[in-house]
């Protein structure tokens, strides 16, 4: 962890944000609901949108040889779809429902402009991003 800032939370997005700035972030994203069986991202689709799964269960799919393998479940407190969120690159995988699920979803222009104006906010929300993304690359380098 990082020595910039206090430690005010354990969700991967909101981790040194105050419960004040958490509410306003969060009250700018769009809270959707996915029936079971449903998708949320489809793999290869252009959509910058940041997720993170308030409550239920989602199988992470890859496509592999033509057959879909769920690779990883995610649940409550679970950001998902960070990378295309940066980068604005194709989803590299597609994201199902196992049970009715609901997360909350962030516009990439809405969000980044919220961030632009309060430089405080923008620097908690990207460390913490950075620390995310770190954390899935030491995962990933172990299962290799």
């Avoid at 649940?75 to 779809?81: A, I, N, S, T």
């Avoid at 104006?117 to 172990?142: I, N």
Wanted: charged share 30%.
């Amino acid at each position: 962890m990082n020595k910039l800032f206090a430690l005010q939370s354990d969700h991967p997005l909101f981790r040194y944000f105050t419960d004040e700035e958490r509410q306003h972030i969060e009250k700018i994203g769009e809270l959707v609901t996915i029936v079971e069986g449903d998708y949320l991202i489809g793999q290869a689709e252009e959509d910058s949108r940041l997720f993170a799964v308030d409550e239920g269960i989602l199988e992470i799919i890859a496509s592999r040889g033509g057959a879909e393998t769920v690779v990883a479940t995610v649940g409550g407190g679970d950001v998902l779809g960070e990378v295309s969120f940066i980068d604005d690159s194709p989803r590299s995988t597609s994201v199902r429902a196992a049970e009715k699920t609901i997360v909350r979803a962030w516009d990439k222009k809405t969000l980044s402009e919220a961030l632009a104006f309060d430089p405080q906010l923008l620097a908690k929300f990207s460390v913490a991003m950075c620390e995310l993304l770190v954390e899935r690359l030491r995962d990933t380098a172990r299962r290799v």
